[in-house]
């Protein structure tokens, strides 16, 4: 079973930049399908960003949508999440997942990721 750890939240103030990482303890790491999903208080866990397990394909909420980008370094089995142009509405606890050979489709939907990281917590300050 993959482990995932995130790293990289904080607080920011509306308008700024954070990159999340997060870092697999898995050989095969590039066979896996990796998504990013947030959970903001009192609210139900939410799709951000994927990535196919060949890199090749992303996909993102419309929500996030030109200013996040999903992206992966095999190499050292990480993906990445850059966050640009924050708002206090992105404040949430973030998540990656992980599926192996998942479909890039599937990836939105949490069911079908059966490896989880414990989250960072980022707040966007207004």
């Known amino acids: 079973q993959v482990q995932l750890r995130e790293s990289g939240g904080g607080l920011v103030q509306a308008g700024g930049s954070l990159r999340l990482s997060c870092t697999a303890s898995t050989l095969g790491f590039g066979s896996y399908a990796m998504a990013w999903f947030r959970q903001a208080?009192?609210?139900?866990?939410?799709?951000?960003?994927?990535?196919?397990?060949?890199?090749?394909?992303t996909y993102y909420a419309d929500s996030v949508k030109g200013r996040f980008t999903i992206s992966r370094d095999d190499v050292i089995a990480t993906v990445y999440l850059q966050?640009?142009?924050?708002?206090?509405e992105d404040t949430a606890v973030y998540f990656c997942a992980a599926q192996f050979r998942a479909p890039i489709a599937s990836?939105?939907?949490?069911?079908?990721?059966?490896?989880?990281?414990?989250?960072?917590?980022?707040?966007?300050?207004s």
């Open 107 to 125: 990836v939105v939907r949490e069911t079908e990721l059966n490896a989880w990281g414990p989250g960072t917590q980022v707040t966007v300050s």
């Open 41 to 57: 208080a009192g609210q139900e866990r939410e799709f951000v960003a994927g990535i196919s397990w060949k890199g090749g394909a």
């Open 83 to 88: 966050m640009n142009s924050l708002k206090p």
